[in-house]
């Protein structure tokens, strides 16, 4: 189990993070040169809810007694959605903080 571990965070990973990274990539590739934040942003948030999804899938799945579907796949599908609900929310508050010190300019 530990191999799969190392195996697995030697692999590159698809989380919020990388999904934004894709998502900034597919967009240059398109030559419209220019980066949409809000569709950034939907981009990422979409890639942190399919991912919450597949952990309470595969959770489902393991409970109902399926035997293709391991506690380690489980727990780790576990960790990588929490890992990136985590980020998001980091992300959230760093906005936010910054939207208040924006509005608490003088101008």
Not at 29 to 58: I, M, R
Not at 63 to 75: I, K, R, T
């Amino acid at each position: 189990m530990l191999a799969q571990l190392k195996a697995s965070a030697q692999r590159p990973q698809t989380d919020a993070i990388g999904g934004m990274a894709s998502a900034v990539a597919m967009q240059k590739t398109q030559g419209t040169g220019k980066l949409d934040f809000s569709e950034a942003l939907k981009a990422s948030l979409n890639q942190v809810n399919q991912v919450q999804v597949e952990a309470e899938k595969l959770g489902k799945n393991f409970a109902m007694g399926d035997d293709s579907v391991s506690l380690s796949d489980v727990m780790i599908a576990g960790q990588k959605a929490n890992i990136s609900f985590q980020a998001t929310v980091q992300v959230r508050n760093k906005l936010v903080s910054a939207y208040h010190d924006i509005m608490n300019m003088q101008v």
